[in-house]
C-alpha cells in the first residue's frame, strides 16, 4: 500500500474550547480487555441526543452516526486518537491511477446473519447513495465519486471525476461510507430501522441485541468483526436516550448510568468539575454553530413577492454586522465556545477570519454598520426575521443561545424577529423547505478543510438552501485534487474569503463534544479522539 496523502491535522493549542469528559470516581472497577476478545461486563452510555435513521443513506446527524459506528464496517477508518485514515475491513487501498482509487477487502468477511461481506456490499452500498441522494443524507460527500467497479470479490474500484483526490481515503471512513448488506437494503429507497435490526445487517464492532427507537439501544460485540479497531473492550453496552440534560446529569451522579454523552448544560460541566465524585477530561473538537439563510425565503429572497437580490444580501449582511459571539460564548456557555469568524474552524491549516474584517468592529457587533448596509440598499426597517432553532439536538442551551441573537439582531430596531423552535426529527426535515432562517451545528466527518467547505457550498450541498456561486464550486473542485499543500491552502483562504462576502451561512461558535463517564470506566479520553467518533469499543470498567 502506498503511503496516504499528508493530512491536515489540528493545533491542539490553538483548537478553541475543547471537548469535555467527565469521570465519575466512586464505584467499583473492574477489569480492561484483553487483546482478541471482548470483556465481561456491561456498560451503560447516556444521551439526550437522537438517532434520525440507522440507514446510513437516510441520516447526516452525529446521534445517527454514534450508532453506525458501532455496526457497521468502513472500509477505512481512524484509530483512537489519530484523525488519519488506515484500512479498516480492507487490507489495502491505494490509488492505482490517479482517477482510481483501489481497495481490496480482508478475505472471508461474513455479516452478523451469515451472509458473505463483499465487493458487491461495498458496490451496491456507494451505488445506492447516489442513487438515493436523500436531502437529509450525506451523498453530496461523494461529489467526485463517477462509478464504482467489483472486479472480483475481494476487488474494489472507485473511479473519480478528478484524479489525485486529497480527501478520498478520509471520505471512505464518513458517514456516506458504512458498508451494507445487499442482500438486507433497497437500492432505491432508505430502510427502516426495525428492518435493519431484524435483518442483523451488522459487521462492525458491535451488532444491535434490541432496539427501542430513541429509548435504548443494547449492543453486543460481533465476533466476526475483522477491523482496525480490534474487539471491543466491553461486552455489551447499553445506549440510553433522555429527554433532557436534568435526568441525564442526576443518573451520572448517583452512579445509574456509566457513561453521559451529548449533552449537559454548561452550568451542569461547570457543577460536576467542581464535584469531588467527577473527574473532568479535555480532548480535541471541531465543532461549529451556525445560522443557515435559505436564498429563497429570506427577506427579499429569490421566491418572495419582493425578491430583490442586493437587499436580500443587505439584510444577511445586516444580522452578522449585530451578532456578538463572545457575548454568546461567556454568558450562555460560560467559554466552553469561543467566537469563530470563519467557515473553518481555527487550528485546520487554512483556516482564516474573513468574517471579523467583513463584519461588525473587529468582530464584535456594529449598529452603525448594520444601519448603514440596510440604508444603501433601500431596505425600510423593521425588517421581519423568521427564525428558527432546535432545542434538543444541539445541547439544551439552544433555546438561550438563540434567545440572546433574538435580542442582539432586534438591537437599534432594525428586525423584528419571530422566534420558533421544533423538536429535531420534524425540524432536520422541515428546515430545507420551511425555514428562511435556521440553526444548525456540524460535527466534521473527517479532520480536513475540505469537510467544512463542500458539505455546504459546493453544487447540490447537504444545506439545498439554494446558494450557488460558480466560482467557489470551481476552488472546492479544484483544492479537492490538488497535490501542492501551499496552492491548496491559498484555495481553501480564497473559497472562505468569498463565501464570507456572499453569507450562504453565519458562523456563530467553535467548540466540541460533551461526554461525561462514571463509575471506574476507562478509556474515556479516547473516546475523544480527532476523528470525531465517540468509541464505545475502547470503553471498560
Known amino acids: 500500500m502506498t503511503s496516504t496523502p499528508t493530512r491536515l491535522r489540528f493545533a491542539a493549542a490553538v483548537m478553541g474550547a475543547s471537548a469535555l469528559a467527565l469521570t465519575a470516581c466512586t464505584g467499583p472497577s473492574g477489569t ?9 461486563g456491561t456498560i451503560t452510555v447516556g444521551t439526550t441526543d437522537k ?27 481512524s484509530a483512537p486518537g489519530s484523525p488519519d485514515p488506515e484500512p479498516d475491513i480492507a487490507e489495502s487501498a491505494e490509488f492505482t491511477t490517479p482517477t482510481e482509487y483501489t481497495v481490496k477487502l480482508k478475505p472471508g468477511l461474513k455479516w452478523a446473519n451469515g451472509n458473505d461481506l463483499d465487493s458487491a456490499d461495498v458496490k451496491f452500498t456507494f451505488d445506492r447513495q447516489v442513487k438515493i441522494a436523500d436531502p437529509n443524507g450525506p451523498s453530496s460527500l461523494l461529489g467526485n465519486l463517477d462509478s464504482v467497479e467489483a472486479p472480483d470479490p475481494t476487488t474494489v474500484v472507485f473511479k473519480l471525476k478528478q484524479g ?28 427502516d430501522d426495525d428492518s435493519i435490526v431484524a435483518g442483523k445487517a451488522f459487521a462492525g464492532p458491535y451488532a444491535i441485541d434490541s432496539y427501542k427507537k430513541n429509548e435504548l439501544i ?70 461549529l454553530r451556525y445560522i443557515v439563510y435559505n436564498f429563497d425565503t429570506i427577506p427579499f429572497g429569490a421566491a ?23 457575548a454568546i460564548a461567556t454568558q450562555v456557555y460560560k467559554d466552553t465556545y469561543t467566537p469563530v469568524y470563519s467557515y473553518v474552524p481555527a487550528g485546520f491549516t487554512g483556516a482564516i477570519e474573513p468574517l471579523k474584517d467583513l463584519y461588525g468592529d473587529n468582530g464584535g457587533p456594529s449598529l452603525d454598520k448594520a444601519k448603514a448596509v440596510l440604508e444603501a440598499a433601500g431596505v425600510t426597517t423593521p425588517v421581519t426575521l423568521n427564525l428558527q432553532y432546535n432545542p434538543d439536538h444541539y445541547g439544551p442551551s439552544s433555546g438561550d443561545e438563540y434567545a440572546m441573537i433574538k435580542n442582539q439582531l432586534e438591537t437599534g430596531g432594525l428586525f423584528k424577529v419571530n422566534l420558533q423552535s421544533t423538536e429535531w426529527v420534524t425540524y432536520q426535515k422541515s428546515r430545507i423547505t420551511d425555514y428562511p432562517m435556521y440553526q444548525l451545528g456540524w460535527f466534521p466527518d473527517y479532520s480536513d478543510a475540505d469537510n467544512y467547505l ?53 458562523p456563530l461558535l467553535q467548540g466540541a463534544q460533551v461526554a461525561v463517564a462514571g463509575a471506574g470506566v476507562q478509556g474515556v479520553d479516547q473516546t475523544l479522539d480527532a476523528s470525531f467518533k465517540f468509541r464505545l469499543g475502547v470503553l471498560s470498567k
Open 304 to 326: 418572495t413577492p419582493e425578491a430583490d437580490e442586493a437587499k436580500a444580501l443587505a439584510v444577511r449582511q445586516a444580522t452578522a454586522h449585530l451578532v456578538d459571539r463572545q
Open 454 to 506: 463542500s458539505p455546504f457550498f459546493a453544487k447540490d450541498n447537504f444545506l439545498n438552501n439554494n446558494y450557488f456561486n460558480a466560482d467557489v464550486d470551481r476552488m472546492i473542485s479544484e483544492q479537492r485534487v490538488t497535490v501542492d499543500q501551499a496552492k491548496r491552502t491559498g484555495l481553501i483562504e480564497d473559497i472562505q474569503t468569498a463565501v464570507a462576502k456572499d453569507l450562504s451561512t453565519l
Open 218 to 287: 443494547a449492543f453486543k460485540a460481533y465476533d466476526g468483526y475483522q477491523g482496525l479497531l480490534g474487539a471491543p473492550a466491553t461486552s455489551t453496552v447499553n445506549m440510553k436516550y433522555y429527554a433532557n440534560s436534568n435526568n441525564l446529569k442526576l443518573d451520572i451522579q448517583q452512579g445509574n448510568i456509566d457513561v453521559a454523552y451529548r449533552s449537559l448544560t454548561p452550568t451542569d460541566v461547570e457543577s460536576l468539575g467542581k464535584d469531588s465524585k467527577v473527574k473532568v477530561h479535555k480532548g480535541p473538537g471541531g465543532e
Open 164 to 191: 489525485n483526490d486529497q480527501t478520498f481515503a478520509q471520505v471512505l471512513g464518513s458517514p456516506v461510507a458504512p458498508i451494507v448488506d445487499d442482500e438486507v437494503f433497497p437500492a432505491d429507497a432508505v430502510l
Open 32 to 40: 480492561t480487555a484483553t487483546s482478541g476478545t471482548a470483556a465481561g
Open 51 to 77: 438517532v434520525t435513521s440507522l440507514d446510513p443513506a437516510g441520516s447526516y446527524d452525529n446521534g445517527s452516526f454514534v450508532v453506525m459506528n458501532q455496526i457497521f464496517p468502513f472500509l477505512m477508518n
